[in-house]
């Protein structure tokens, strides 16, 4: 298992920001040379874990509907941390946030939660309206 932890969640108010960070540095090279995806997923209460924002070892994103224009997705490398920036949050973005990432493959849909063998603890995320 690769730890992840994230961190950056907390409360604002709607209209906010937040950025999210998930430190992935207990991962290390395996057999496929750094091919890797890693998405940002949310799950609110009642309801199922849904994706967020994904991005591949060759800096592919996809980002929810929901959240196009709003959110954003970024790696650093040297670093080893994943971010979500999100703006102009709302009331509906509140959940528990969580970092993925499958260091074996990379498939055409970034924002499918089966296809991610990693995952951190979370962060939670509320907005107030």
């Known amino acids: 298992r690769i730890p992840l932890v994230e961190s950056g969640g907390g409360t604002v108010q709607a209209g906010g920001s937040l950025r999210l960070s998930c430190d992935d540095s207990g991962y290390t090279v395996g057999p496929y040379a750094g091919v890797y995806m890693m998405g940002w997923f949310r799950q609110a209460p009642g309801r199922e874990r849904e994706g967020v924002a994904g991005?591949?070892?060759?800096?592919?994103?996809a980002y929810a509907e929901s959240v196009k224009g709003r959110f954003a997705i970024s790696k650093d490398n040297t670093d080893n941390i994943l971010y979500l920036q999100m703006n102009s949050l709302k009331h509906e973005d509140t959940g528990m946030y969580y970092c993925?990432?499958?260091?074996?493959?990379?498939?055409?849909?970034?924002?499918?939660?089966?296809?991610?063998?990693?995952w951190g603890q979370g962060t939670q995320v509320t907005v107030s309206s």
């Open positions: 991005i591949d070892s060759d800096g592919r994103k």
């Open positions: 993925a990432l499958e260091s074996e493959a990379v498939v055409d849909d970034l924002l499918e939660k089966a296809d991610y063998l990693h």
